[in-house]
T-cell receptor, first 118, second 111 residues
Framework: DGGITQSPKYLFRKEGQNVTLSCEQN?????MYWYRQDPGQGLRLIYY???????QKGDIAEGYSVSREKKESFPLTVTSAQKNPTAFYLC?????????????????FGEGSRLTVL | SQQGEEDPQALSIQEGENATMNCSYK?????LQWYRQNSGRGLVHLIL?????REKHSGRLRVTLDTSKKSSSLLITASRAADTASYFC???????????FGPGTRLSVLP
């Protein structure tokens, strides 16, 4: 089945540790996104990438880092510099180009990763 | 920068009633989308309406878009207990750079 897979589903981190959240998609989508969701809140954009080897900061990039070495993969590292990392993290992807033209469609989301700092 | 704002924040209705949620945004958009999120899960796309469209239907869903007022509404007709979830609107800007989500409406449908 085509889709987006996030892992792990639950992750616990000690203060001072870096952790990496995995996001893999087999939808052949060009663009990938990382969002953070706090309880009862909407989604805030951390980073996004529209093409391999290129990514841009979103609204809350401080304390996070990403890489896009492969089209299918967009891992997010939560560094020790992120002061309040406990949250629900969502990865998403979308098709940006079709037949060489800009294509505008919906986001496909993974099931999320819940990170808790101990 | 938050663009979409849903209203109300929470809505509780009886099964069989209609549920209406509203979304306002601030800047020019290419399209507006509605998503659903069950507790602790990822978001699922419901419907997309483009800036040159005024109304769109999908099953029990009806979405309207008023670009002059920068607002949209989502109507769920004949609601079911399984419709209980949070609903978010998201806008994609004209540059196609990214999507901006509102804080969502928590819908509870009581059996």
């Amino acid at each position: 089945d085509g889709g987006i897979t996030q892992s792990p589903k639950y992750l616990f981190r000690k203060e001072g540790q870096n952790v990496t959240l995995s996001c893999e998609q087999n939808l052949n989508h060009d663009a990938m996104y990382w969002y953070r969701q706090d309880p009862g809140q909407g989604l805030r954009l951390i980073y996004y990438s529209q093409i391999v080897n290129d990514f841009q900061k979103g609204d809350i990039a401080e304390g996070y880092s990403v890489s896009r070495e492969k089209k299918e993969s967009f891992p997010l590292t939560v560094t020790s510099a992120q002061k309040n990392p406990t949250a629900f993290y969502l990865c998403a992807s979308t098709q940006k180009f079709s037949s060489g033209r800009l294509y505008r469609g919906e986001l496909f989301f993974g099931e999320g990763s819940r990170l808790t700092v101990l | 920068s938050q663009q979409g704002e849903e209203d109300p924040q929470a809505l509780s209705i009886q099964e069989g009633e209609n549920a209406t949620m509203n979304c306002s945004y601030k800047t020019s958009i290419n399209n507006l989308q509605w998503y659903r999120q069950n507790s602790g899960r990822g978001l699922v796309h419901l419907i997309l309406i483009r800036s040159n469209e005024r109304e769109k239907h999908s099953g029990r869903l009806r979405v309207t878009l008023d670009t002059s007022k920068k607002s949209s509404s989502l109507l769920i007709t004949a609601s079911r207990a399984a419709d209980t979830a949070s609903y978010f609107c998201a806008t994609e800007d004209n540059y196609g750079q990214n999507f901006v989500f509102g804080p969502g409406t928590r819908l509870s449908v009581l059996p």
